[in-house]
């Protein structure tokens, strides 16, 4: 439990570009933030990638981040927008593990 938590935080572990690509096209969405949207997505009509990976792995953190930002604006920056999905994951594997 404490190695899958320590997870959250680190950056050492093996990156493929549904890593760093699915945050981006999360953070396009919720946060209207002006981010490069990788080839696979930029075709709207027939993308050779599905958002249904990033819509599952990033949004569902962000959009709770997108909630708290109300309360507290300070609250996204660079880590949280790093951390923040990761976290959300890390809780919805204890949901189906235990």
Known sequence: L???FLCVFLSGYPH???FFQ???I???DIFEFDVFIPW??????FPCRSIISPLIGSSVGYT???GI???L????NAITLLVFPRFVIFVLSLVTDY
């Open 2 to 4: 404490f190695v899958r």
């Open 16 to 18: 493929p570009d549904e």
């Open 22 to 24: 699915s945050p981006e």
């Open 26 to 28: 999360a953070a396009a």
């Open 40 to 45: 696979e997505f930029a075709d709207h009509s």
């Open 64 to 66: 709770v981040l997108y």
């Open 69 to 71: 930002s109300f309360i």
């Open 73 to 76: 604006p300070c609250v996204v």
